[in-house]
């Protein structure tokens, strides 16, 4: 049998980027079919991917030819394959419970160890207890070391992923994986999809598809009740679904800022962490049945009300720095040193789990998802947060040949997540991290962007470019970045609204 692939399982399955299977079918090495590929086609566009993962191939081969032997044989005793998908959807539930259960013996296990620590102190010559306590010990390490993922647990993973079902949205051609157990939305969200919902718990019918083909389970209880001719239609609702064989599903995705709602949200504050002298983040939490919508990129206004009741709520507009496939909880970095009456109260006043508004979202800082060109982001201080929220999402969209980031402040600890970008920097073969420090003045920051543009890229016609600093500064970049060769059309930029100033 030849198995039809979309572009990312097969990128996936042979360890290669999307944009390499872009690429071969551009070039006419190889057949593109409804957004797929063939398992034998791809074989030949890539004999060296394939052959290094010999191994990796002739299982998937065998574990492929031995499903479908068994599905054969289960038809042939009568069992239909929807009843194997459930009995799928069964073991991933009884999975779920035994890791509840691996959890609360391990919150035992702390405890006992606490509990020999107490007693350490009144029993420092006892023997018996020096031995029970050395058992405990080795035997807690043993069970830790074996935790570590073996190659085979890694392979096994590989296939099953490869295995799980595969969702392809019309007229986008999107797919995504879906992991039985998400819904079908949640899957969609944490692949970067802005497909269209509400509240996320079967109520208002926002996140309704038409399921074309393939079959899905309700795992979720719904109250949104269809109409006759969208029953016969086959509409199914994506925040209660899960899906059992690969399917294809109608539905809307919103592609710029204009599609997305204005929405008005009361979240309530998860984390306030100090993160350098100068900058707190902020995690706020949005409640289970009113997700934030937003692209990535985009702003939000954030108010509080104040103690005393005549006095207007105290409002501030920040970019939001975590990605839309975290809608639960949202990021903001906040400059705490600037004097602003938001900032104060979040870094003087404000406590985990008190409320706090937003509004929007906001602005057209946002990914264009259609080009295939690689990203160049560039930020200046706190401009990293929107810049933040577009690196993840084109991570999740795994759509970009390269990524380059450059992040410049005046010093060293004001890269407050300076380890997370070296982390990307360090796990990922397409994304370069540039850290810039210099004086906080307009000639000197350009002159020294430029010359690391121009000592990294010989030119920037294959890219796309995204800028978050000072509105004067992006000014006066924009003339010269596409004197170095980026189209006009190519070039993002946001003006940040908090910060270190940069004067001229
Ligand atoms: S998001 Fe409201 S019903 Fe699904």
Known sequence: MDRHLSLSQAARLIGVKRGDI??????????????????????????????????????MEKFMKDAVNKMAQSEREGAHVDALSRRLVRLNKELTEERNRADQFEEIIDGMKQKFMDLKINARNDNN???????????????????????????????????????????????????????????????????????NNGKCGKCKAKLLSGSVEKTLHQDYVFSESEKSQGFILTCSNTAITDITLETEEAVCSDDIPLQTISTKIKKRQKVSDNVMVLTLKTPRSQRLRFLAGQHIELSVNSQDKEQQPIIAEYSIASCPCEPANLEFHIPINANEPFANLIRDELKTNQSLTIKGPHGSFVLNEDSPNSLIFIAWDTGFAPIKSLIEHAMSLEQAETIHLYWMTTKVENHYLDNLCRSWND??????????????????????????????????????????????????????????????????????????EVKD
């Open 22 to 59: 872009q690429k071969k079918i551009q070039e006419n090495k190889l057949r593109v079919m409804e957004g797929t590929v063939v398992l034998s086609d791809l074989k030949k566009a890539f004999p060296d991917a394939i052959y290094e993962d010999n191994t990796m191939m002739e299982k």
């Open 129 to 199: 207890f020096n031995e029970i306590r050395s058992w405990f010990n080795t035997a807690v390490h043993k069970v830790n070391e074996e935790k570590l993922t073996t190659p085979v647990e890694n392979l096994e993973n590989q296939i099953k992923q490869f295995m799980l079902p595969h969702v392809r949205l019309l007229p986008s051609r999107h797919d995504y994986i879906s992991d039985k157990s998400e819904t079908l939305l949640e899957s969609a969200l944490r692949s970067g999809l802005a497909v269209d919902y509400g509240c």
């Open 427 to 500: 796990a990922l073969d397409n994304f370069t991290y540039t850290r810039i420090m210099c004086e906080a003045k307009t000639d000197v920051v350009v002159d020294s962007l430029m010359k690391h543009i121009h000592d990294e890229h010989s030119h920037l016609l294959n890219f796309d470019l995204y800028i978050a600093a000072p509105g004067h500064l992006n000014h006066l970049l924009k003339p010269l970045l596409i004197s170095h060769g980026i189209k006009a059309q190519n070039t993002h930029f946001e003006s940040i609204f908090h910060g270190e």
